[in-house]
C-alpha cells in the first residue's frame, strides 16, 4: 500500500518495475498478465501513455479498456493476448461478462486512486473483480490520501501488506502557493478575471464542483476572449481527449474541469489552478492543486470563497492540511460590498470615484451624514462642497464645476 503526494511519481513506481518482471513470458489469448485498474477514462489512458514511452525498448504488448470507445478495436488487441491490462472497472466486467477476457493468468495487480474509486462506487466492481483473479499474486494499491476508510477497504484486497507513505498523508506540494479569494457570488466571475489579468499564467486548470456551472462558466469567459475549453464526465469520450490533448499541446490555456481532471493527470507545465467552486470534499482540494507545483516545478493555487458554505468547507480544508491559507490581496467584492453598506443606493458608485477613495475616513462620515440628510428631507442641491480655495487643484473642485 503506497502513498505519496500528487506529482512524485507513482506511475512510475508500479510501471518501471513491472516492466522488469514481465519482460519475460509470453501473453496468451485473452488471458493478460497484469492488471491496472483506475478509476477514470483520463487517468487509464494517461497510465497508458507512461506504460508506452517506459516500455519503448521492450517488446510487451498493452490493451486500454475504458468506456466510450469501440468494443471491437478492444476486443481485437485481446485477442492478441497482452501483457499489460490497463482498465477501468465497468468496460472490464463488461468484455469479462462477453467472455473477451479471462482473469486467471494476472500475477500482478495495481489498483490505483483507490480513494478516488471508493467515492465513485467502483469499490463493489473492484471486489468482484479481484474475486476473478488467482490469490498468488502481487497487488499493489495506490493513493495520494490513505484514510482509515482505505485501510479498512485494502484489507480486502492485500495480504500481509507494507505500508510505504512518502509524505504525511493529505499533506500539499511545498512548491505550491496557496491564496483564498473572498468575494460574493455576483462579483465571482469579475474575481476570477481579474485573476486572470494579473496572473503570470502559462496555463491554468479551473474547477467547478458542477457540470451546469462548468457551462456556464466557459461561455461567460469565452465572450471575454479567453481561451477556455471544458472537461467533464457527460462529454463524449472523444471530446474529453480532444479537450486534455489541446490543454496539453498548449492549443488551450484554460481547462475549466470537474473533479474528473483532479486525479492523477500529469500535465508538468500547469502553472495555476483556481478552485472557482470550493470542494466539498477536503481530500479532492489536495487533489485539485496537485495538477500544478509538479515534479519540483513552482505553482499557484487559487480559492475562490463566496458563501458561508464556502468559508465551512475551506475551514475543513486548513484543518486536513494543517495550513491557515492565506488571503489574496486582489479581492474586489469585500470592497465593493462594505462601500455600499457605507452610502444610499443612488451615491454608491460615486464611493468608487479616485477623488473619494482618497478621502480620509473624516470626509467620508460627514458625505454619507449630509447624504443621508438630503435624502431624509428631499431636498434637490448641489453636493456640499468641501474642499479648499485652490482651483488648480481637481480634488478641491466642487462636484457641481467638474
Not at 470542494?279 to 463566496?306: C, K, M, Q, W
Not at 442641491?381 to 479648499?388: I, S
Request: net charge positive.
Amino acid at each position: 500500500m503506497g502513498s505519496a503526494q500528487t506529482g512524485t511519481g507513482k506511475t512510475a513506481s508500479f510501471t518501471l518495475p513491472m516492466i522488469d518482471i514481465l519482460n519475460s513470458g509470453i501473453a496468451k489469448a485473452r488471458m493478460p498478465r497484469s492488471l491496472i485498474l483506475a478509476p477514470t477514462r483520463e487517468l487509464a489512458a494517461q497510465v497508458a501513455e507512461s506504460f508506452e514511452k517506459f516500455s519503448v525498448n521492450h517488446v510487451l504488448s498493452m490493451a486500454l479498456l475504458i468506456g466510450g470507445v469501440s468494443f471491437s478495436d478492444q476486443e481485437v488487441a485481446l485477442e492478441k493476448g497482452v501483457d499489460v491490462l490497463i482498465a477501468t472497472p465497468g468496460r472490464l466486467l463488461d468484455h469479462f461478462e462477453r467472455g473477451k477476457v479471462l482473469l486467471q493468468d494476472v500475477k500482478i495487480l495495481v489498483i490505483d486512486e483507490a480513494d478516488r474509486m471508493l467515492d465513485m462506487g467502483f469499490i463493489p466492481d473492484v471486489e468482484r473483480i479481484v474475486s476473478l483473479i488467482p490469490r498468488i499474486r502481487q497487488t499493489l494499491f495506490f493513493s495520494a490520501t490513505l484514510s482509515d476508510e482505505i485501510h479498512k477497504i485494502g484489507d480486502k484486497f492485500v495480504l500481509n501488506p507494507k505500508i510505504v507513505e512518502v509524505a504525511r498523508v493529505a499533506q500539499t506540494a511545498s512548491t505550491i502557493t496557496q491564496y483564498v479569494c473572498n468575494t460574493t457570488p455576483k462579483f465571482k466571475q469579475a474575481q476570477l478575471r481579474k485573476l486572470f489579468e494579473e496572473e503570470p499564467i502559462n496555463n491554468a486548470v479551473i474547477f467547478c464542483n458542477r457540470k451546469k456551472d462548468i457551462s456556464s462558466l466557459v461561455g461567460a469567459l469565452k465572450k471575454h476572449q479567453f481561451n477556455v475549453a471544458a472537461l467533464h464526465g457527460d462529454m463524449a469520450q472523444s471530446a474529453r481527449l480532444a479537450a486534455l490533448k489541446a490543454f496539453k499541446d498548449g492549443e488551450t490555456k484554460y481547462l475549466i474541469a470537474s473533479d474528473v481532471a483532479a486525479r492523477g493527470l500529469d500535465i508538468p507545465t500547469v502553472s495555476h489552478v483556481f478552485n472557482y467552486d470550493v470542494p466539498s470534499n477536503a481530500e479532492d482540494y489536495v487533489h485539485r492543486i496537485g495538477r500544478t507545483g509538479r515534479a519540483g516545478r513552482t505553482g499557484r493555487a487559487f480559492t475562490l470563497v463566496a458563501t458561508s458554505d464556502d468559508k465551512k468547507n475551506l475551514s475543513t480544508i486548513e484543518q486536513l492540511i494543517s495550513l491557515a491559507i492565506p488571503e489574496h490581496a486582489s479581492d474586489i467584492s469585500n470592497t465593493r460590498t462594505s462601500e455600499t453598506n457605507v452610502l444610499p443606493k443612488q451615491t454608491a458608485p460615486a464611493e468608487h470615484s479616485p477623488q473619494v477613495k482618497r478621502e480620509t475616513a473624516k470626509d467620508k462620515q460627514s458625505v454619507a451624514h449630509r447624504t443621508n440628510i438630503l435624502s431624509r428631507n428631499n431636498e434637490k442641491r448641489p453636493p456640499a462642497w468641501t474642499g479648499g480655495n485652490n482651483f488648480d487643484h481637481p480634488e478641491t473642485i466642487p462636484a457641481f464645476l467638474r
